[in-house]
T-cell receptor, first 111, second 112 residues
Framework: AQSVSQHNHHVILSEAASLELGCNYSYGGTVNLFWYVQYPGQHLQLLLKYFSGDPLVKGIKGFEAEFIKSKFSFNLRKPSVQWSDTAEYFCAVYNNNDMRFGAGTRLTVKP | KAGVTQTPRYLIKTRGQQVTLSCSPISGHRSVSWYQQTPGQGLQFLFEYFSETQRNKGNFPGRFSGRQFSNSRSEMNVSTLELGDSALYLC???????????FGSGTQLSVL
């Protein structure tokens, strides 16, 4: 079965700092890739997704992610974080009716 | 359009008991998947149902089971509860399973 690894358990940044959250997956075939976000007290919701085409995908709230097939990676980035970005971020990989999530990265943005 | 509805919202059980959790997907969604969320472990996949058939199963013991009804509603059952089963159980629905998932609020299960 495929697996998803998120490198950072907890990231603490100051407002306006740049963000990059790592995500690597184990499956070598064709996959669909996702980042989900869970704001405090809210449901998990989709941030962005990659199915095919341009490997640099843009999501909501200024987030983007780059799919690098050779590295089996799908890292999440944002040039300048805001206090409201404080949340838990989950990378997910879908293949063959199987959706797997990483352990999550908790992001704390200090005002 | 109503979102994914999970009941009950909170549940407290004791070791050895069994529990049934319910999930009503968004209307028109045929895929329902279940996840266990615990601090530090993230979301661990339990199983996915599509049109009343289990399409995929995660690495959980047989005490965890589920089913899906003809109206796409799904139930998850955990028998012989253990302390380690305490977690937030999330249900997610989608039209086919491969695209955007819509999550419910979850059922917070505490096993004493």
């Amino acid at each position: 079965a495929q697996s998803v690894s998120q490198h950072n358990h907890h990231v603490i940044l100051s407002e306006a700092a740049s963000l990059e959250l790592g995500c690597n997956y184990s499956y070598g075939g064709t996959v669909n890739l996702f980042w989900y976000v869970q704001y405090p007290g809210q449901h998990l919701q989709l941030l962005l997704k990659y199915f095919s085409g341009d490997p640099l995908v843009k999501g909501i709230k200024g987030f983007e992610a780059e799919f690098i097939k050779s590295k089996f990676s799908f890292n999440l980035r944002k040039p300048s974080v805001q206090w409201s970005d404080t949340a838990e971020y989950f990378c997910a990989v879908y293949n063959n009716n199987d959706m797997r999530f990483g352990a999550g990265t908790r992001l704390t943005v200090k005002p | 359009k109503a979102g994914v509805t999970q009941t009950p919202r909170y549940l407290i059980k004791t070791r050895g008991q069994q529990v049934t959790l319910s999930c009503s997907p968004i209307s028109g969604h045929r895929s329902v998947s279940w996840y266990q969320q615990t601090p530090g472990q993230g979301l661990q996949f339990l199983f996915e149902y599509f049109s009343e058939t289990q399409r995929n199963k995660g690495n959980f013991p047989g005490r965890f089971s589920g089913r899906q009804f003809s109206n796409s509603r799904s139930e998850m059952n955990v028998s012989t509860l253990e302390l380690g089963d305490s977690a937030l159980y999330l249900c997610a629905s989608s039209q086919q399973g491969s695209e955007k998932l819509f999550f419910g609020s979850g059922t917070q299960l505490s096993v004493l």
